[in-house]
């Protein structure tokens, strides 16, 4: 009995009352697991949303986390910019939005054809009201393309401060290659989030989650369509982070599956180059057979930022039993890299854990002018320009 803890008398033990103490407590244990379960999907619920968004200036101790946001003026979609503060190269960028498009479907479900909402963002920081047709009349064919996807719980005004600092970023790291961005908005607000972009929110947290990567393949579906219409035949960038890796893996699976390159029934871009921050991906979902097995297979190559430090994506493997470590944390496996075979060429990575630390938020990868040096001018094909 020496290993009965002082409080656990024997005159307990005796009557029972220890071994009814512990069918208790191991009835209790499910509903302990269940808090634990709603624990974990609060953190999750914040896969991407992370810290507010923050700016990058020209100065270096400006490029602390704490630095100020411009002005920002809504009035409905349309939006303004009080970029005064932003210096040269080029600050003009554009805003493709799916909000008016079906959100319900999965991946493995025919998506409709999306009629997507435009906006153009000049020089001066003006908003001006654009269309697909108006996107071809301005940049030439052979200009590349960048499309960056935001990952979860991010609002139009968050995704507008967002891309003013995040063009200077790229921009400011390729030299001014005269490459055209393109932001690409999906909704991405929890269906029980009571205040869109604050995921702390939500009512029931586990279910956003689960909801939001449905969405994600959904809205993959539209990036598809929206690089076989408006980037036909050019040289294009996907840059997703969190989800938005999701999105653009779902994109180039849908892409795969109507072959590639020259004649390819899509006819889609000539050539893409991918660049995944905080991915909120299982690391195996590239390799072959699993669920976008075929991303790779229309691909220059995907460079995947890994920060071994992330406390989100650490938690993502508990989404259901038996879930992979995403692929922000672990990066491309020794097995998912011979399973590729001849692929695995395709699969680069750069270790930003020394960079990034313990932080998930978008913000905390564009203010770092090291990332940029390193990507930049690969994904906006600098050296072609």
Sequence with gaps: ??????????????????????????????????????????????VS????????????????????????????????????????PSRSFWIVATDGCPQKAGLHRVAPCCRFLWWHFDESGRCHPADAAHFGEIVPDDRPVCFVVHGSFVTMDQLVQDAVFATRWLRCGSGGTSTELVFFHWPSAGVTTLIPGRPLTA??????????????DRNGAYLRQLL????????????????????????????????????????GPSRVRVVFAAAAVEHDWLNPGKRFGGALDCVDGVVNLRNRHDPILKLF??????????????GFTARDRRVNGVRSARMLELDVSHLIGARHAWWSYYTQPGIADSVARWILFAEER
């Design 228 to 267: 076989v219409g408006s980037a036909r035949g050019r040289h294009v960038g996907l840059i997703g982070h969190s989800y938005g890796c999701r999105v653009i893996a779902a994109a180039l699976q849908g892409l795969s599956r109507c072959a590639c390159g020259p004649g390819a029934v899509c006819d």
């Design 49 to 88: 949303a992370g810290a507010p968004s923050r700016c990058v200036r020209t100065e270096a101790a400006d490029r602390r986390p704490g630095a100020a946001r411009p002005a920002t003026r809504f009035a409905g979609p349309r939006v303004g910019i009080d970029s005064s503060d932003i210096s040269r």
């Design 203 to 216: 009512i029931a947290p586990a279910i956003d989650v689960v909801e939001l990567g449905k969405r994600a």
């Design 1 to 46: 009995m020496s290993g009965v803890s002082p409080m656990c008398s024997r005159s307990m033990i005796r009557s029972g009352s220890f071994h009814g103490q512990t069918q208790r407590s191991m009835r209790r244990a499910p509903y302990r697991c269940r808090l634990l379960r709603i624990a974990i999907a609060v953190a999750m619920v914040a």
């Design 317 to 330: 493997p508990l989404r259901y039993p038996f879930a992979s470590r995403a692929l922000g944390v672990s």
